[in-house]
């Protein structure tokens, strides 16, 4: 038998790899949207404590206003973050939807949006092209004075570039289901806000209860939670301790991680991103790392990325 000849083939052209950056960059409806949704939930923020002085708050806006925190605050922390961004454990169809859902409910912007800035972030932590170092003006006190208030929030409205999510979030833009959850952010906001209103009407039965549930579970609430995270890029890029060699200035501070649910222990999440507990060292409270635990118990998360005690003692700073 005659050996068939091979053809000779051009080979396939080479996709130029998408842009980091969208070149239609942001918009201004979307700069004046962020704007809005960072400011109105910290003037709320400012007026709590004198409307707080003798009226306007109960024990049912706390519970609702707590109750809240959470589910959104884990939804950014062991959704967004952990799971999202970095992998660190698959999770079933039903918790991977529902994580998408509880983050969108913290008003820090949608899924895609969310993870593709912070993985571009790590990809230039505190260099050129990191879209919220505190470092990007200088290392003299009023550079970094500048640069933390630019990394704590202005960057979300100053910063013309956007995050192209092609380049950096291929994988969530072929998940139907979360393409899905990514463009019902807006009703989700709508949610985040009107559920907790609504709550407090029907437990209260009246529009005085509705009313202070909207400002305390629903405004402060979500400005709350906008700082705690904020402060991860901002203050965790600029004091506390290093315990883990990093490339970038990423640090432990220890006052934040209870409010942050763990995601202060940063300079260990700087040295192995993947790792699904920040906080490995002793006396290190890692809230977000204990509810993965839970889910890994209940069969719905596998493959967690667990410590490995080689790798973090290879990357141990010496003491």
Known sequence: MTATPEIATDPAPKRAPEPEVDPEGRGKAERYTVFAFVFIPLLALAAAVPFAW???????????????????GLGITVGYHRHFTH?????????????????????QGSVIKWVADHRRHHKYADAEGDPHSPWRFGDDWRSVAKGLYYAHMAWLYLDEEKTS????????????????????????????????ALMGGLLT?????????????????????????????????????????????????????????????????????TCA???????????????????????????????????????????
């Open 277 to 319: 507990r920040h906080g490995v060292l002793k006396g290190q409270i890692d809230i977000s790392a204990r509810v993965i635990a839970v889910f890994e118990k209940l069969g719905w998360a596998t493959k967690v990325r667990w410590p490995n005690k080689e790798r973090l003692a290879a990357k141990r700073v010496s003491i």
């Open 165 to 196: 999510p092609k380049r950096f979030t291929p994988d969530l833009l072929k998940d139907r289901d979360i393409v899905k959850v990514d463009r019902m952010f807006i009703p989700l906001v709508a949610v985040s806000l009107g559920a907790p």
């Open 205 to 273: 039965m009246s529009w005085w209860g509705a009313l202070t549930a909207f400002f305390w579970a629903g405004l402060v609430r979500v400005a709350l939670l906008h700082h705690v995270t904020w402060s991860i890029n901002s203050i965790c890029h600029t004091i506390g301790e290093e315990n883990f060699e990093v490339r970038d200035r990423s640090r432990n501070v220890w006052w934040l991680a209870i409010p942050s649910f763990g995601e202060s222990w940063h300079n260990l999440h700087h040295a192995d991103p």
């Open 87 to 107: 992998g660190s454990f698959k999770a079933n169809r039903g918790l991977r939807i529902a994580l998408a859902v509880a983050g969108s409910l913290a008003i």
């Open 54 to 72: 003798g009226w306007g708050l109960t024990g049912i806006d706390i519970a609702i206003g707590a109750f809240f925190y959470l589910v959104s």
